[in-house]
């Protein structure tokens, strides 16, 4: 494996807007550390974990923790066939990343940056549960190989019509589509009853497109966008070539 998964890292420029937006969805902030010398937040529902930081990078970035992480950087490079950025001087905080073949940046952190609250119960969001990170992918078989070569387990696939894949881990799932109208990657709630959350979110002033770009029905759920232009993919179930 990479490592143990830390946060999904999203560049975010008005990092306030991008706190109230999260934090008024349900999600709670956690306590950070001062690792980073640009301005930091987490927010997170128990399962996901976001964090945002006011610095340009490659956002959004699937961030692990590695401890001892110039020791592994042999073998991370051996994984990914080479290297995006390594940060491994005595005086520095330890940091590596890694592109998959489409791109998405993957960062290995030596030690985590923040701490995360006490959560009670499993459903403290207005948009439910956290079901995968979505991302657009040009060749599904490379993309399925370089996953599994992460330590992913793929859990089903689809040929027809909306062409993807669905990857899980420990602590994160991946859904990779071919589609060519979903231009970034972004983050996927499902819930049977989703068309009432949807109308719940709409109610409370946030604006929602109709459909999204990860279901074979082009109508079927949501999109909210957050501040930062992370699009948040709201689906009414899971597709049984998901399960």
Do not use: C
Request: aromatic share 10%; hydrophobic share 40%.
């Amino acid at each position: 494996m990479i490592g143990r998964f830390l946060e999904i890292s999203i560049e975010a420029p008005d990092i306030l807007a991008s706190m109230e937006f999260y934090q008024g969805l349900g999600m709670l902030s956690a306590t950070v550390g001062e690792v980073w010398p640009h301005r930091y937040g987490v927010v997170t529902d128990g399962n996901l974990v976001l964090g945002l930081h006011d610095y340009s990078f490659e956002s959004p970035s699937l961030t692990y923790v590695r401890p001892e992480l110039k020791k592994s950087l042999s073998e991370l490079r051996a994984r990914a066939g080479s290297l995006a950025f390594s940060k491994t001087d005595d005086d520095e905080f330890n940091e590596a990343g890694f592109t998959d073949p489409d791109g998405q940046m993957i960062a290995v952190l030596e030690a985590r940056t923040f701490s995360p609250p006490e959560i009670v119960g499993s459903d403290i969001t207005v948009l439910g549960h956290f079901s995968e990170f979505s991302m657009p992918v040009s060749n599904l078989d490379a993309s399925i190989a370089f996953w599994e070569n992460m330590g992913f387990v793929l859990t089903g696939r689809e040929d027809e019509g909306l062409a993807g894949a669905w990857l899980t881990s420990d602590f994160l799932n991946l859904g990779l589509y071919v589609n060519p109208r979903m231009r970034t990657p972004g983050l996927t709630f499902r819930e049977p009853d989703m068309a009432e959350r949807i109308e719940y979110v709409r109610a409370q002033g946030y604006r929602l497109t109709q459909g999204t770009p990860i279901s074979p029905e082009r109508h079927t759920g949501a999109t909210l966008l957050a501040p930062e232009g992370t699009p948040i993919y709201l689906l009414p179930e899971i597709t049984d070539q998901e399960t």
